[in-house]
């Protein structure tokens, strides 16, 4: 059975970087794009981005340029970096495959001072 | 970016009774060259990731019910849930694919009455 697990840094101060990677158990990496999706407090879906195998990007322009991410195809691993966050980036933070068949248990990142 | 507007935003419903949750986009969701609808449909229910229940229109994704139906054309879209059960409790989503950035509806939350 395909499997997402995500860990990374659940608490940040303001203007720091949010760091957070995925790990792909019992599925085959090259056959999907590889996506990250958010949901602030109480409110709804955002998209963030996705990459492939090759890493090849496509970003959500709302975050402002300010969302990297990367591939580790060795361990089966993609990853998702936010500069500059401020309290607004709070949310959960999930990863998923790019037909979202497949989810991460998700993660809540706070940024607070 | 591609608009979603869901309504309603809130689903009160009776056990055994059927229910519907409407989707728009302010665009053609229609892919011309492959006559594919980019429109997926989620299921988020309390405390846990979202589960895709729709892909492209009107898939049912593995293990989703068949009272689950997605239906519609263009920009406007149904959800239709033929005999609501207990375990459908949660708020629905819509979601576009046929544009970066994916962009998703603010959500509709189904009650059990």
């Known amino acids: 059975q395909v499997q997402l697990q995500q860990w990374g840094t659940g608490l940040l101060k303001p203007s720091e970087t949010l760091s957070l990677t995925c790990g792909l158990y019992g599925g085959s990496f090259s056959d999907h794009y590889w996506s990250w999706i958010r949901q602030a407090p109480g409110k709804g879906l955002e998209w963030i981005g996705e990459?492939?195998?090759?890493?090849?990007?496509n970003y959500n322009p709302s975050l402002d340029g300010r969302v990297t991410m990367f591939v580790d195809t060795s361990k089966n691993e993609f990853s998702l970096k936010v500069r500059s966050v401020t309290a607004a980036d709070t949310a959960v933070y999930y990863c998923a495959n790019s037909y979202m068949d497949t989810w991460g248990q998700g993660m809540l990142v706070a940024v607070s001072s | 970016d591609i608009v979603m507007t869901q309504t309603p935003l809130s689903l009160p419903v009776t056990p055994g009774e059927p229910a519907s949750i409407s989707c728009r986009s302010s665009q053609s969701l229609l892919d011309n060259d492959n006559k594919k609808t980019y429109l997926d449909w989620f299921l988020q229910k309390p405390g846990q990731s979202p589960q895709l229940l729709i892909y492209t229109l009107s898939n049912r994704a593995s293990g989703v019910p068949d009272r689950f139906s997605g239906s519609g054309s263009g920009t406007d879209f149904t959800l239709k849930i033929s005999r609501v059960e207990a375990e459908d409790v949660g708020v629905y989503y819509c979601m576009q694919r046929m544009a970066f950035p994916w962009t998703f509806g603010q959500g509709t939350k189904l009650e059990i009455k």
């Open positions: 990459i492939n195998h090759s890493g090849r990007t």
